[in-house]
């Protein structure tokens, strides 16, 4: 178990729909990445925030937002959904600190089915 | 933009025995670290090793152990003694280092390795 958690685990929606993915970062830890991964594109980065604040952003589309909130769990807000959204979305948490290690430890996903 | 590469989709080994697998990576940056992640079947990413690449010693963690070779921008998995548990996914990846911060991960494609009994 890394500590992440994201809910829900899984979710079956239409075309058209919004959603909302929802991940709660390791203790302590303050930075939080999304990640898409499907079967065509791989592992992409999609957004990272630090403390609450956009950090970076990787190949996000227009339709997708994120949050973190001031308990550092963050929202991935998915809308105008389509057939190619489907995918397993990952979070990731790590702590962003001289001397720390570095690494990322990711939730156990969701898996967005999109009919 | 740094890419990272992972000629071998496929690979088996059987049970007890070693195997290697590649990864090449393509960066402009002096600092930054490596990684090898493993996805099983559960879909879950599961982390195997880290390399700073400013350490010029090799990382281990018990049966894995990496050959990081800077200068040829190469960083392959070395799995030793085999297990069935190992069969998964293994994902390479980089990441840019800045400063007192740091990047998000760039991955490779994967190696699907089957371990066999």
């Known amino acids: 178990d890394s500590g992440v958690t994201q809910t829900p685990k899984h979710l079956i929606t239409a075309t058209g729909q919004r959603v909302t993915l929802r991940c709660s970062p390791r203790s302590g830890d303050l930075s939080v990445y999304w990640y898409q991964q499907s079967l065509d594109q791989g592992l992409q980065f999609l957004i990272q925030y630090y403390n609450g604040e956009e950090r970076a952003k990787g190949n996000i589309l227009e339709r997708f937002s994120a949050q973190q909130f001031p308990d550092l769990h963050s929202e991935l807000n998915l809308s105008s959904l389509e057939l190619g959204d489907s995918a397993l979305y990952f979070c990731?948490?790590?702590?962003?600190?001289?001397?720390?290690?570095?690494?990322?430890?990711f939730g156990p996903g969701t898996r967005l089915l999109v009919l | 933009a740094q890419t990272v590469t992972q000629s071998q989709p496929e690979m088996s080994v059987q049970e007890a025995e070693t195997v290697t697998l590649s990864c090449t990576y393509d960066t402009s940056e002096n600092n930054y670290y490596l990684f090898w992640y493993k996805q099983p079947p559960s879909r879950q990413m599961i982390l195997v090793i880290r390399?700073?690449?400013?350490?010029?010693q090799n990382a281990t963690e018990n049966r894995f152990s990496v050959n990081f070779q800077k200068a040829a921008k190469s960083f392959s998995l070395k799995i030793s003694d085999s297990q069935l548990g190992d069969t998964a996914m293994y994902f390479c990846?980089?990441?840019?280092?800045?400063?007192?911060?740091?990047?998000?991960?760039?991955f490779g494609k994967g190696t699907k390795l089957s371990v066999k009994p």
């Open positions: 990731a948490s790590s702590v962003v600190a001289s001397g720390s290690n570095k690494t990322q430890y």
């Open positions: 390399q700073e690449a400013y350490k010029q």
């Open positions: 990846a980089f990441m840019k280092h800045l400063g007192g911060s740091q990047g998000n991960l760039i």
